[in-house]
């Protein structure tokens, strides 16, 4: 009796997970199978097995290894500014400041608005004749090409700050509040000072928040595209071209080999980032 009766809830269960499996199967599992066998021929149709050439190819591409070094470069920079930053807001929001609802509703705006105002936005205020063109031109300096000269990587840097710093200070908060200020009425009785309770509290006690908000500033730098395509399109300037760029242009070649060749390569990056992130935080805990 106790047999049967386990038989048909595994049976139930499995009825009720069914849709879910067979959906992360269609749209996930098979295509993922799909690519990385597209990485390992020399055609998507008929094609014959060449082992890791593809992904040799793609190490020797110019384009490739420029992509690779802008989006390095564009995360080892954004990431740092965009984490200083948030807590930095997250500490003033923390605080009894007057408006602090009405600030904190300011800096969550990024996270409701659609992508298609963002863009209209940014293109009003970089355009060659837009409105910060003007204001530089008031004041007798020549206009600025923004999103065509080297200036482009500080435009989508701020695109990114802009979009990132909302969630990121949401985060941060949510760890502040959560430290009991039990701690930091004992350190004043201790004699500490400001920074003394900043370094040896408030850091301590937010790092498995630092560690979350981190791997998730790492993944959102990859996901700043959608904004600089629509922006300055498939070949923007040279600063700003990054690895989705390069699997966009080979999209649209058809050449699946070397895209899906760069989208494995950037995600095991990715994928050795957050691994070793995440060996770092259980060191961390453990000690």
Excluded at 57 to 64: E, K
Excluded at 158 to 180: H, R, V
Aim: proline content about 4%; glycine content about 4%.
């Amino acid at each position: 009796m106790k047999r049967k009766w386990l038989r048909s809830e595994r049976l139930a269960i499995l009825m009720f997970l069914a849709p879910s499996l067979i959906g992360f199967a269609i749209f996930y599992l098979v295509p993922f199978l799909v690519g990385f066998y597209y990485s390992l021929v020399d055609s998507p149709a008929n094609g014959s097995f060449v082992g890791l050439d593809n992904y040799v190819q793609l190490l020797q591409s110019a384009s490739f290894r420029k992509a690779a070094h802008n989006t390095a470069i564009f995360t080892l920079t954004g990431v740092p500014l965009v984490m200083v930053i948030s807590l930095g807001l997250a500490l003033m929001l923390n605080r009894k400041l007057p408006l602090r609802n009405w600030l904190r509703a300011a800096y969550v705006m990024p996270l409701v608005v659609p992508v298609a105002s963002i863009i209209v936005v940014w293109q009003l205020l970089f355009d060659m004749q837009g409105a910060i063109n003007s204001i530089w031109t008031s004041w007798g300096h020549a206009p600025i090409d923004w999103m065509n000269t080297s200036w482009a990587r500080a435009v989508v840097l701020l695109i990114y700050l802009w979009k990132t710093l909302g969630y990121n200070m949401i985060l941060f908060l949510a760890g502040l509040q959560n430290i009991p200020e039990e701690y930091y009425e004992a350190a004043s009785l201790d004699g500490a000072g400001p920074i003394r309770k900043f370094t040896s509290i408030t850091l301590v006690c937010l790092m498995p928040t630092n560690f979350f908000v981190l791997i998730m500033s790492i993944v959102s730098s990859f996901k700043v595209f959608r904004e600089t395509y629509l922006i300055a399109g498939d070949y923007p300037h040279e600063s700003i071209y990054m690895l989705q760029h390069y699997m966009n242009n080979m999209f649209q070649a058809l050449d699946y080999q070397k895209l899906t060749a760069a989208s494995f390569l950037m995600a095991a990056v990715i994928v050795f980032m957050v691994t070793i992130l995440f060996h770092f935080e259980r060191k961390f805990n453990t000690n």
